[in-house]
C-alpha cells in the first residue's frame, strides 16, 4: 500500500483546451489508428474498401465540414457550395461554404461571436430542438478543431463585411479581429487550420477517405455542390444516381419515409454483391455510420419478417421454411436518413444508438410492401427456391440433426482446453498420435486442446453433410469444435477461437492439411471471410533448429536456414524430420507464440477454383496443371 500524501496539490483543474487536448479521445473519438469497411463510392461497381485512418483526426476535419452542413440544413438557397481543400497528408484543411456566415456582432460574453462560436467549447446554435438533418448538438465540434490545431484562421463575408481572425497554438492565443467592408452580396465562412502533431500521433489521413467523403455530402444533399481538390460533385437526384450505377440492370427497391422527427430512403439492391450475409450502408445526416446501429436492425428486422410472411404460405406448400438466411444472401441496402435529435454512442458518432424508430420502420415496410412485391416478384421466387433446396435435403437435415444431438458429449480422442471463455482456446488438429502426446506435456491446459487424426483422411468435395458424418474421425473432429456440416458456423458458438492443423512439413503433411482445408471451406467458407479476424491457421514446423545454450531458433526448411547459416556459427545444429521429433522446448516456443509458425488462412478470392482444380472429379485441368508445373 502506498504511503503518498493525498493533498490538495493533487487536484488539478484543467481549462478546456488543456482538457481537450490531453484527453482528445472523449471529444473525436480513438486517437489510435484503425480499419474500418467503407463503400467505394469512387468506384463504378459496388465494392468495400478496407481503410485505416485514425478516426479521431477524420472527426476533426469532420466537425469543421458539419458546421457548414447545418447552415445549409436551415437555409433555403438555390446555389450551396461546399468547398474543400486538403493536404490530406500534411493535415491542413481549408473548408468554405457560400451559406449567411457566422454572425460578427458582439456577443453576451463580450467577445466577438465568431470568437465565441470557434474558440470556446459548449457554444452553439443547436442547444435547443433541432430541425431534422442537423448534425452538430453539443456545441464542442469546432472548438475541439481549433484546440488541436497549431493555427486556425477564420474568414467569415457577412451583410457587407468580412471578418478575419487567426488562432494558435490550439486556440491559446488569439488575434484581434480585422473587419474590412466587402460587397454585400457575398457571403459564407471559410475556416484554414493545421492539426497539431503534437495531439495526434499522425495527421495524415488516406486522400480517397476525405474524397469519398465529398462525394457521400453531395449524394445525400441534392441540393448542395461539393468541390474537392478542384474536383466538383453534384447529384441532382441524390442517392438514388449511385443506387442506379451500381445497379446496373435495375434490380433495385426504395423505400421512402417522411415522419416529424424521420425522413429518408432504403434502396434494397439485388445481385450486385456476393456474399452469403446482408450488408447495410447507411448515412445519417450525411454521415456515415461506420459501426452501423439500431437503425441498420431495425430496418432488417421489418424487411426479413416481411419477407418471410410473403412466403410462408407457399413454403409451407412446398414443405419447407423460409429463414433469414434465405433472404439475406446477397443483399446489399443503401439508406439516406434524415434525423431530428439523433442519438449516438459517443462525440465520434460511429455508431447510432437512438431514438427507437422500429415502429416507424416497420410501418414503412409495411405500408410500401404491397408494390415491392409486383416490382420483385422475380427475387422472391430466388428466396423461396432456396428455401426449398434446403428444406428437401432430407438425409442431410436427419444427418445433422443426429450430428448436434451429440454437442457437449465428450469427443473420443480429444485433449481439452478447460478454460470456459471457448473464444481465448485453441485446438491443434494433429497427424498423429506422438504429437498429441508432447502437446499435451506442453500445453497451457486452460487454453490449448489438441486432437489426433489417424488413419486415411477422405476427400470430401462434392461430398453432402450426409455422406461427410458417416465418416466417423471427421465427425469426431467437427463435434469436437462445434461445427454443424450444412449449419453456418457462428464463431461465438465454436468451442475454440483458433483451429490450428498441425502436420509434418512434407507431403503427407501437406495433403492432409489440404484436404482439411477442403473440408472447412466447402461447408463452412465464413471461417476464411477476410473482413473478419483468421479463425483456421496451419503449424508450419521447424525443419531446422540452432541451440545455443537457452536460446533456439527454428527455420522452417533448409533453404531457409541455409541463407542464414554465416549468422549463427557455434550454434548447434539439430534437423528435424516432423512435430513428433520436436523437443519440448520446440513446443513451448511454439505454443507460446514466440515463433512465427501459425499461419492465417484466409480466403484470397481463389479458394474455390483452387480446390476444385485440386479435389473435383474432372481430373483434365488437373492433368494440366501439373504438367505445367
Known amino acids: 500500500m502506498s504511503n503518498k500524501q493525498y493533498t490538495g496539490k493533487d487536484i488539478k483543474a484543467l481549462t478546456d483546451r488543456e482538457h481537450v487536448r490531453l484527453r482528445t479521445q472523449v471529444y473525436l473519438g480513438n486517437m489510435h489508428p484503425a480499419e474500418y469497411s467503407i463503400p467505394d463510392l469512387t468506384s463504378e461497381k459496388f465494392k468495400i474498401k478496407e481503410v485505416e485512418f485514425i478516426p479521431a483526426v477524420y472527426k476533426a476535419i469532420g466537425e469543421i465540414i458539419d458546421n457548414s452542413l ?26 468554405t461554404d457560400n451559406g449567411r456566415g457566422v454572425p460578427i456582432d458582439k456577443h453576451s460574453t463580450g467577445k466577438p461571436t465568431p470568437q465565441v462560436v470557434f474558440g470556446q467549447l459548449r457554444s452553439g446554435r443547436n442547444f435547443d430542438e433541432t430541425d431534422v438533418g442537423v448534425i452538430g448538438q453539443n456545441g464542442v465540434g469546432s472548438a475541439c478543431t481549433n484546440y488541436c490545431s497549431t493555427d486556425f484562421e477564420v474568414t467569415i463575408t457577412r451583410e457587407g463585411k468580412k471578418y478575419y481572425q487567426k488562432f494558435v497554438d490550439g486556440a491559446l492565443k488569439a488575434s484581434n479581429p480585422k473587419i474590412t467592408t466587402v460587397a454585400a452580396s457575398r457571403s459564407g465562412t471559410e475556416v484554414t487550420f493545421q492539426l497539431d502533431p503534437d495531439v495526434f500521433k499522425s495527421v495524415a489521413l488516406p486522400n480517397e477517405l476525405i474524397r ?6 453531395a449524394m ?33 427497391h426504395a423505400f421512402t419515409i417522411k415522419e416529424k422527427h424521420i425522413e429518408g430512403e432504403f434502396y434494397v439492391i439485388f445481385d450486385v454483391r456476393d456474399s452469403i450475409e446482408e450488408l447495410m450502408c447507411t448515412w445519417v445526416n450525411s454521415s456515415f455510420l461506420f459501426d452501423g446501429g439500431k437503425i441498420n436492425t431495425q ?62 420502420i416497420s410501418g414503412m415496410v409495411q405500408d410500401q410492401w404491397k408494390a415491392f412485391v409486383r416490382k420483385n416478384s422475380e427475387w422472391l421466387g430466388e428466396v423461396l427456391e432456396r428455401a426449398t433446396e434446403r428444406h428437401h435435403r432430407q438425409e442431410d437435415k436427419k444427418a445433422i440433426a443426429d450430428h448436434q444431438k451429440g454437442r457437449g458429449k465428450r469427443v473420443e480422442g480429444l485433449l481439452d482446453a478447460t478454460s470456459r471463455v471457448r473464444s481465448e482456446c485453441q485446438v491443434l488438429i494433429t497427424e498423429g498420435l506422438s504429437a498429441k502426446s508432447q502437446i499435451s506435456e506442453a500445453r497451457d491446459p486452460e487454453t490449448t486442446a489438441a486432437f489426433a487424426l489417424t488413419g486415411k483422411v477422405n476427400n470430401v468435395y462434392g461430398n453432402t453433410p450426409a455422406q461427410v458424418l458417416k465418416m466417423g474421425k471427421l465427425t469426431d473432429l467437427l463435434s469436437a469444435i462445434g461445427l454443424t456440416p450444412g449449419k453456418r458456423a457462428v464463431r461465438s458458438d465454436l468451442n475454440y477461437g483458433k483451429v490450428v492443423i498441425a502436420t509434418d512439413a512434407d507431403f503427407d503433411g501437406d495433403d492432409i492439411f489440404t484436404i482439411l482445408i477442403n473440408l472447412f471451406y466447402q461447408f463452412w467458407p465464413e471461417l476464411f471471410d477476410k473482413n473478419y479476424e483468421p479463425i483456421v491457421y496451419r503449424l508450419v514446423a521447424p525443419n531446422v533448429c540452432l541451440v545455443k545454450g537457452k536460446h533456439r531458433l527454428h527455420f522452417s526448411n533448409r533453404a531457409e536456414y541455409d541463407k542464414a547459416r554465416t549468422k549463427y556459427k557455434g550454434y548447434e545444429v539439430r534437423y528435424y524430420k516432423g512435430l513428433g521429433s520436436m523437443t519440448m522446448s520446440d513446443w513451448e516456443m511454439i505454443l507460446s507464440g514466440k515463433t512465427d509458425t501459425m499461419i492465417p488462412i484466409i480466403d484470397d478470392g481463389k479458394m474455390t477454383s483452387t480446390l476444385k482444380l485440386l479435389f473435383s472429379e474432372d481430373a483434365e485441368p488437373r492433368k494440366a496443371w501439373l504438367t505445367a508445373v
Open 70 to 95: 447545418d447552415e445549409f440544413a436551415q437555409i433555403k438557397s438555390k446555389i450551396k457550395l461546399l468547398k474543400i481543400e486538403a493536404d490530406s497528408k500534411a493535415g491542413r484543411y481549408t473548408i
Open 212 to 217: 469519398n467523403r465529398a462525394i457521400e455530402i
Open 299 to 360: 430496418f432488417f428486422n421489418a424487411f426479413f419478417d416481411a419477407t418471410i410472411t410473403q412466403l410462408q404460405k407457399e413454403a409451407k406448400k412446398q414443405k419447407s421454411e423460409v429463414t433469414r438466411n434465405d433472404v439475406r444472401q446477397n443483399l446489399l441496402v443503401l439508406a439516406n436518413i434524415r434525423l431530428k435529435s439523433p442519438e449516438y454512442d459517443s462525440q465520434a458518432k460511429t455508431r447510432l444508438t437512438g431514438p427507437d424508430l422500429r415502429k416507424e
Open 220 to 252: 445525400t444533399n441534392p441540393d448542395i455542390t461539393v468541390e474537392y481538390n478542384g474536383e466538383r460533385y453534384r447529384y441532382k437526384k441524390g442517392i438514388e444516381e449511385v443506387v442506379q450505377n451500381f445497379a446496373a440492370k435495375g434490380s433495385y
